[in-house]
């Protein structure tokens, strides 16, 4: 089952790159974590498609989707990002499944925005952030460009050791795009591949993360306490972004959440055990 592609409008006039693997049914809106694309979720999506209409948007900056001119990637235009998708396709109210980065977008949009959200899955998204930054400009110095796509999915195996060869090679070609000249660089945002600005405040060498992330988690906890819609909080077992304490916090906290944990899987659960994110989704969602 070949999914279709087509464009939608997102926030600040951008172009959002919208997948979509079935028409009929209940809208199930997927979201993905950073520096992947809609298509990370294919192995779900097939399993899904029968009962729902099954939707993955590529964020702004990755995919095919536009990039912003602005490098505004934080969270909070995912949020608008999503509810411009949701008000041009005429859906009320949908599910949401949303990976890392989504995933605290989404912890904002269910508060602030209850109406919208049928039901949530936050995939190892919850409150805590791990001292990682959040929209801003990437660490490494050059754009990766790799003559074969192959090429890209032994260096992505390095990043995801739990992942077949197989899925590598698939997201592999999904991530990237040609040149004219024939070899073959990622989709995302170049500016992620460019050095921070000593002359951008936000990107400053001295910019205290730690004290960043302990001021943004007290936001996403007091979102997930506004939470009322019915909430999933899926962990990979072994992630080291997403605490087991904290899920259990979490659903303490929400009137109508329970947690799960997929075995054989890190952060990037999609990745590294798509058979296990697809019986997590499974059960909660048939």
Partial sequence: MEPTHRAVPGASDLSLNLVQ?????EPLLMLHGFGHSARVWDPMAKSLAA????????????GDSDYDPSFNYHHVMIGKDLISVLDHLEIPQATIV??????????GLAARFPDRLKRLVLVDA????????????????????????????????????????????TLAHHWLKQRDDGMWIPKLDPGFYKPKSKEDPKHKKDFDREAWAKKEEGKLWADVAKITCPTLVVRG??????????????CEIMPNAEGAAVEGASHNI????????????NKYLL
């Fill in 126 to 169: 919850g409150a805590q952030l791990k001292g990682k930054g959040g929209g801003g400009g990437g660490d490494a110095s050059f754009e990766p460009v790799f003559k074969r796509p192959e090429q890209y999915a032994k260096m992505l195996k390095m990043m995801y050791r739990r992942a077949s060869m197989d899925t590598l090679e």
């Fill in 51 to 62: 009962k729902y209409q099954c939707l993955a948007l590529d964020l702004r900056g990755h």
């Fill in 98 to 107: 949303a990976h890392s980065t989504s995933g605290h977008a989404l912890i």
């Fill in 237 to 250: 077992a072994e992630s080291k972004m997403l605490s087991e304490p904290t899920v259990q916090k979490m």
């Fill in 21 to 25: 693997w079935s028409q009929e049914g």
């Fill in 270 to 281: 999609m990745i590294d055990n798509p058979a296990g994110m697809t019986d997590a989704l």
